[in-house]
T-cell receptor, first 110, second 112 residues
Framework: EDQVTQSPEALRLQEGESSSLNCSYTVSGLRGLFWYRQDPGKGPEFLFTLYSAGEEKEKERLKATLTKKESFLHITAPKPEDSATYLCAVQASGANNLFFGTGTRLTVIP | DADVTQTPRNRITKTGKRIMLECSQTKGHDRMYWYRQDPGLGLRLIYYSFDVKDINKGEISDGYSVSRQAQAKFSLSLESAIPNQTALYFC???????????FGQGTRLTVV
């Protein structure tokens, strides 16, 4: 059975304090791992897709990495506007949809 | 304009009432999905459709039905709403190649 576990559930950072969010997954053949950002009351917004272990993607202050068991979303020198819930999702080989974790709620304090 | 549009954005309804949530998209994608989001449970798949003639149940389809009226339109119905269907509902589309999903802004449904 596919499983996605995100940690921590919530994270408070001072502005400029770098950290990482974790997404551990169990899936029967990984087709893709996805990171989304969700602001309160809004739909998830796509950030990255990673397809194979060792792959990395970057966008501004965010960098996503992938191993065979987990993915990390590294946030470098975060700003208050990075405050949001970050969702991880996997798509298994042969699956028709994404399976989501419960998210990490990030708060960046000025 | 949003690529994936959901209506209404907010709705309060009474127990036992039938309600329809609508979704339309301009992405040109064949695949459309309905998800439900509850605090602490994440996004869970209700139904999905790969074209007008294709409808599939997700992990939590009981109490829901869907209709794919056209490639661009996918509606979700609650036949007889109950309070534990109070949640945030999202429609999404994907192209089926990358797996990347695009979400609407959501409908906040409250059943009293």
């Amino acid at each position: 059975e596919d499983q996605v576990t995100q940690s921590p559930e919530a994270l408070r950072l001072q502005e400029g304090e770098s950290s990482s969010l974790n997404c551990s997954y169990t899936v029967s053949g990984l087709r893709g791992l996805f990171w989304y950002r969700q602001d309160p009351g809004k739909g998830p917004e796509f950030l990255f897709t990673l397809y194979s272990a060792g792959e990395e993607k970057e966008k501004e202050r965010l960098k996503a990495t992938l191993t065979k068991k987990e993915s990390f979303l590294h946030i470098t020198a975060p700003k208050p506007e990075d405050s949001a819930t970050y969702l991880c999702a996997v798509q298994a080989s042969g699956a028709n949809n994404l399976f989501f974790g419960t998210g990490t709620r990030l708060t960046v304090i000025p | 304009d949003a690529d994936v549009t959901q209506t209404p954005r907010n709705r309060i309804t009474k127990t036992g009432k039938r309600i329809m949530l609508e979704c339309s998209q301009t992405k040109g994608h064949d695949r459309m999905y309905w998800y439900r989001q509850d605090p602490g449970l994440g996004l869970r798949l209700i139904y999905y459709s790969f074209d007008v003639k294709d409808i599939n149940k997700g992990e939590i389809s009981d109490g829901y039905s869907v209709s794919r009226q056209a490639q661009a339109k996918f509606s979700l119905s609650l036949e007889s709403a109950i309070p534990n269907q109070t949640a945030l509902y999202f429609c999404a589309t994907s192209d089926g190649t990358t797996g990347k999903a695009f979400f609407g802004q959501g409908t906040r449904l409250t059943v009293v």
